[in-house]
Every structure is written in C-alpha cells, then in structure tokens.
C-alpha cells in the first residue's frame, strides 16, 4: 500500500482558500443495534478513550460489551432521535451553517467552514480531504468540546495528525485546543439559564452536570477536572449565585473504576432525600445537545430525583443554536484563525498569469 494518499486534482491559478472544520464527538447513523454496534466499536477501539492495554481491551469489547450493550444503546437513541437524525448531528450542522452566516456578516468572507465527526459520519479525514480538494491550505481545526480532555480534544487531533501523516502536500493546520472560561461561552450559558428562569422561576438549586472520565486521568495530569470548576465556578458567578445555590457534578460512568466525584446521579438523589424541592440541571459542558443530555440526564436523572421525593425537576437545554452562543463561536474562531485573515485577495488577473508561468517552468497542470 502507498504511503501517501493521491493528491487531488489541481491546477495552478486556482486561488487558496481557508477552511474552518467543526468537530463533535459523534453519533451512529440510525437508532438500531446494527447502526449503533459499528459506532461503538470505533469509539471504544480509540485508545484515548479506554486506556486499557489492547490484550486485555479487545476480548471484553469484541466478547461481551459489543454482543450487549448496542441493543441497549439503539433503544436509548430511539428515545430521543429527532425527525432529521441524531440530535448532535442535526444540532452541529445547523451550528456550522450558523457560524458560517455570522463570519460573513461580520465582513469574514471566502471561508470555508464544514463539520465532522471524530465517531461516525461524516470523518474527520473525509472533510479534511474534502476541503483540501477544495484549495483549502490553511484549516482551522476546532474541537467542539469546551474543557480539554485527552479523551475528546486529544483524539480529534490524533485524527487530524494521522490524515495529515497520509498527506505529500499538508496543509497550515491550527486548532482551538479547548473556550472553557471564554468570556462569550460564559455569558451565553449564563443567559440560557436567566431565560430558562425567566419562564419558569428560579430552583433551589442549580446542577452543573460535564461529562465524566476515569479520576485515574486526572492523577496523570489531564486538565480536565480543572476546566470544568473553572467554567462552572465562572458561571456561577455570572449568574451572581451564592456557593449554598449550584451544585458541579459528573456524569456518564462508565466501567467498575473510579471516576470523577461527584456522580450526577447520585447527587441528585441525595438532594432530593435531604428535601431540596426543585433542581434545574444544565450541562455546560456540551454545546449542543446529545444522547447524555437528553436520554441520561432529562430522563434518567429526572426519574431518579422525582423517584427519591424530589417535586420539580427541570431540565435547561445545551446552547444548540442561540443566537449569543453562535455570536461567542463566531468570536472564537475570528480570534483563532488570527493573521490568516489577513492574506491579501488575488485578483484573476493575477492567477491567470501565475498559471501561465508555472506552464511556461514546465507544469503541467
């Protein structure tokens, strides 16, 4: 097998152009075991995902989890799957169509701003060569997640590194490597709760719930655990709330090991079996909503809680499209892409005789 992928086609003249590529976690193409099975098996396979050595790994995925766990997984996603698709898929493309219109309203014009999955369809390589086929040669990469983990961040640029080790004509890549504690994604989640307040009054208690990983992670130096205080405790006083009024927690455990403490969950019950009457709970670590948001969290957690004496349970959706959430994207990605927005646009006039002296040297193309 050839080293390097073949380069696509191109002829000289053609102007260059700067791409910008969401990238989300993933989803499976379908709410049924045959479409879930595959998805899990890439997601579970990732070695930034389960640090466990593959001899030990692969006969407990491939034996026993991948022969169970599908099934169970297709009938959570049927729960919560939307007319278009996965609701992280649909939400993301819409984040990207969005994003797109806010750059050029803004006077940010020629990019190209596409998505993709780590997980799932459509690839990272996939869009990666597809906007390189396009003339991008400067791709701005940005992880949708707000705290860096090695889990999610890490692994869309593994992704990102192995399609650029295939590449003889690489690209300038640079890469949002994590917004927890930017000001505009602040300032979005803490208006999505005043809103949500607005309609529905305020709780007892506030719950931030982000997405767990092993505590083994943290011991090795992850910065996870830490970016998640940091937004949850930048929130908390956006919203001017005293220490007694929210509550941060992690969700999602997964395996007998440790994780982060404290469990979702079981926070909640307890809250509720200690006679907190209402929570609202908002995931902040999820820009747009998902599988752990909507079926864990706005059922699971929400039975839980009620089940345990708890009288109100509410539920405040990711920030999906707001408008304030799109303008802090907006933002982000302006800052990040830097002194690439200032390449100086080529007239035609100017290709045209570029291309012909790369003929005249002996091109080709």
């Not at 009938?75 to 806010?102: C, F, N």
């Amino acid at each position: 097998m050839a080293r390097y992928w073949p380069e696509p086609a191109w002829t000289h003249g053609t102007p260059a152009r700067t791409g910008v590529l969401l990238v989300n976690l993933g989803s499976p193409a379908a709410p049924t075991t045959a479409a879930v099975r595959p998805y899990l098996k890439q997601f579970l396979s990732d070695p930034r995902v389960v640090e466990i050595p593959a001899p030990v790994w692969w006969p407990i995925l491939n034996g026993i989890i991948l022969n169970t766990r599908p099934r169970k997984s297709a009938a959570k996603y049927a729960t919560i799957w939307m007319d278009e698709g996965s609701p992280l898929t649909v939400h993301t493309e819409r984040q990207t169509k969005l994003l797109a219109g806010y750059l050029g309203h803004s006077g940010i014009t020629g990019l190209q701003v596409e998505w993709a999955m780590r997980y799932g369809s459509p690839s990272v390589p996939e869009m990666l060569n597809r906007m390189k086929a396009d003339g991008c040669d400067r791709i701005l990469i940005v992880p949708m997640y707000p705290q860096y983990a090695a889990s999610t961040t890490a692994s869309v640029l593994d992704e990102v590194a192995d399609c650029l080790a295939h590449w003889r004509n690489q690209p300038e890549i640079r890469y949002v490597r994590n917004f927890h504690d930017h000001p505009g994604y602040i300032a979005a989640l803490a208006q999505s709760v005043r809103d949500h307040w607005m309609k529905n009054g305020e709780s007892d208690k506030l719950v931030m719930s982000f997405h767990g990983i092993p505590r083994r992670s943290l011991d090795l130096g992850d910065p996870y655990h830490c970016e998640c205080h940091v937004t949850a405790r930048l929130l908390a006083r956006e919203l001017g709330l005293a220490d007694s009024r929210w509550q941060l927690t992690f969700q999602s455990r997964f395996g007998k090991a440790e994780w982060l403490k404290p469990y979702t969950q079981p926070t909640l019950e307890s809250l509720a079996r200690q006679g907190t009457a209402r929570v609202d709970v908002m995931c902040p670590g999820f820009p747009a909503d998902c599988l752990e948001t909507l079926e864990e969290i706005a059922m699971e957690c929400r039975h839980a809680f009620l089940s345990c004496g708890g009288q109100e349970f509410h539920y405040i959706h990711c920030l999906n499209e707001r408008d304030d959430w799109i303008t802090a994207l907006r933002d982000i990605v302006q800052d990040n892409l830097g002194n690439w927005l200032t390449r100086p646009s080529v007239e035609p006039q100017e290709l045209a005789a570029s291309a012909q002296r790369a003929r005249v040297a002996g091109a080709t193309c």
